[in-house]
């Protein structure tokens, strides 16, 4: 019976996405055997193929980086995954957003040189759905990966597996994860992958709020009090060019104990290079302060350059 149900779901998948493909002409492929000598083909025509990783519930943030990859390629795979193995909370992975149809209409206006991968969990891990182990250097200890524990052994796994699939030239990645951006440069560096990892800067709202697709399911008060994340953020950057780190970390943490619908998670002023939280400033180094912040039960993360 459950092998029935499974067959029953993938069945669906594919009809949703072929009747997408043919309403909006975007190229959509849900298994690696249909998308892979597609791509073999591209190649051995001199095609320059760029990567887009996704979870899908597209904003604009997602289409600048799409946007970017066209400029920059001949051809541009979005992936739409909505990754287990890089939840450490079910009921977030339950949660998490998903508008497939939308998605397909929003790629499909900008183009015919995209390919859409959606694939099935089982495409991806098989009956194996676990995380493998990544050696990022102790990037991974810092920030998220204290608060998410295996969270960037699951994005590794599968941003591993999905370069293995796409091959990519380039591969974009938004600097709102910039601790995940920081990770994958490591793991292409560390693994020795012909790609490059292009870093896309933050697209925001009107109001400052950094684009995120939990942000769809903010309430209304909270939707309104979450720009004061970037707010603080701003205010936080000016201070650091007279005050100290620690100073300045101490200011934050102020700002939110008074809020009465942000908690704080955490706030660090962190090298960029090693993500290490700063103890003493140096002109020759970046840094960049990284925030986590709930908006009642929705996680938001942020942050912004100093210097």
Known sequence: MQNYKNLCRLLAKYYVCTLLMFCYRVKTYNQRQQLAPVLDNLRSLGKRIGFVPTMGALHMGHISLVDKALKQNDVVVVSIFVNPTQFNNEEDLKKYPRTLDRDVKMLGEKGENIILYVPSVEDLYGNNVVSGHFAFDGLERQMEGRFRPGHFDGVGTVVSRFFEIVKPGKAYFGKKDFQQLRIIE??????????????????????????????????????????????????????????????????????????????????????????????????????????????????????????
């Open 186 to 307: 490591t793991m292409v560096k560390n693994l020795k992958l012909p790609i490059k990892i292009i870093g896309c800067e933050i697209h925001r709202e009107k109001d400052g709020l950094a684009m995120s697709s939990r942000n769809e399911r903010l309430k209304p008060n909270y939707r309104d009090a979450a720009p004061f994340i970037f707010k603080t953020l701003k205010a936080a950057k000016k201070r650091f060019g007279t005050e100290s780190a620690y100073k300045v970390t101490e200011w934050v943490r102020d700002q939110f104990a008074g809020h009465e619908l942000l908690k704080l998670e955490y706030f660090v002023i962190a090298d960029e290079e090693t993500l290490q939280p700063v103890a003493r400033k140096s002109r020759s180094k970046s840094y960049r302060a990284f925030i986590a912040v709930f908006a009642d039960d929705i996680r938001l993360i942020d942050n912004i350059a100093l210097n």
